[in-house]
Nanobody
Framework: QVQLVESGGGLVQAGGSLRLSCVDSGRTFSNYVLGWFRQGPGKEREFVAALTSSGRTTWYDDSVKGRFTISRDNAKNTVYLQMNSLKPEDTAVYYC?????????????????WGQGTQVTVSS
């Protein structure tokens, strides 16, 4: 069973940085593709980034490419999202999610497990 818990959210000024973490308490973490999604106020949930079980292949939404970096430490059962040069439009609840394959990687409905989310607020 995969159980995901996010942390690291908070309030930051535009241009600042945050690092989100997502820990899995299960024992099969290294087998899963992991992704980050976000849902801003009044918006639908959207894909942010994902990476394969090995961490060697990554995907990013164009809106965060060059600013955000996804990574994982399988020894610590943790996936990270380093967010730099934050903008007010990055304000959202950020969720990590897990799935076994990587087809249609941006589709949230294909992820099997979700965390509870962590709030990121970027002030202008």
């Amino acid at each position: 069973q995969v159980q995901l818990v996010e942390s690291g959210g908070g309030l930051v000024q535009a241009g600042g940085s945050l690092r989100l973490s997502c820990v899995d308490s299960g024992r099969t973490f290294s087998n899963y593709v992991l992704g980050w999604f976000r849902q801003g106020p009044g918006k639908e949930r959207e894909f942010v980034a994902a990476l394969t079980s090995s961490g060697r292949t990554t995907w990013y939404d164009d809106s965060v490419k060059g600013r955000f970096t996804i990574s994982r430490d399988n020894a610590k059962n943790t996936v990270y999202l380093q967010m730099n040069s934050l903008k007010p439009e990055d304000t959202a609840v950020y969720y990590c999610a897990a799935r076994r394959d990587f087809g249609a990687i941006t589709r949230g409905d294909l992820y099997d497990y979700w965390g509870q989310g962590t709030q990121v607020t970027v002030s202008s």
